[in-house]
């Protein structure tokens, strides 16, 4: 090789390797932007329900658990209507006796249930609320927040 070559070769490489480092240093601090804001935007989010009153003392917690056990059992079955409606929307949807009517007839039926056991579990924590001391309350006040009430559905993508 000639001594012109290898320069024009030595100048592409390092061309090429100022670029790769130029596009490698963008991505990292996008994601690592990108990483922040969601864990700022997540921070009070992702506090389960029970890491909320386990932070308050033993004797506040227990019967907190007790209480908020009994709401979310009695949401269950509206719960439960909504996610079998809406597995049954999605069935109908992939089968090949598609119906958009009963789709959105079963959809609708997923939503109303969902907000029903929305309800009640918003009801009941505000009535348990209204039992507490002032500062156990205020401390609590971020169950009323629309989160993901386990860590293992805080960790997963939102479904939609």
């Known amino acids: 090789m ?6 024009t070769a030595l100048a592409v490489s390092v061309a090429l390797n100022v670029f790769l480092v130029a596009g490698g240093a963008a991505v990292w601090v996008k994601t ?8 700022s935007s997540r921070s009070s989010r992702t506090e389960t329900v029970m890491e909320l009153v386990n932070a308050r003392s033993p004797a506040v917690a227990e019967p907190l658990k007790e209480k908020l056990r ?15 409606a809406r ?4 069935n109908i949807t992939a089968s090949d006796d598609f119906d958009a009517e009963k789709v959105d007839a079963l959809l609708a039926t997923s939503r109303a249930a969902e907000a029903r056991g929305r309800a009640v579990l918003e009801t009941g924590a505000v009535r348990v609320l ?22 293992a559905k805080a960790e997963k993508p939102a479904e939609k």
């Open 2 to 7: 000639t001594s012109r070559t290898l320069k």
């Open 32 to 39: 690592r932007d990108a990483a922040r804001a969601e864990q």
């Open 70 to 84: 009994a709401i979310a059992l009695m949401a269950r079955p509206d719960f439960e209507q909504a996610r079998a």
């Open 87 to 90: 597995r049954e929307a999605i």
């Open 130 to 151: 209204a039992e507490q001391q002032p500062d156990d309350r205020k401390a609590l006040a971020r169950v009323l927040a629309r989160h993901r009430t386990s860590k």
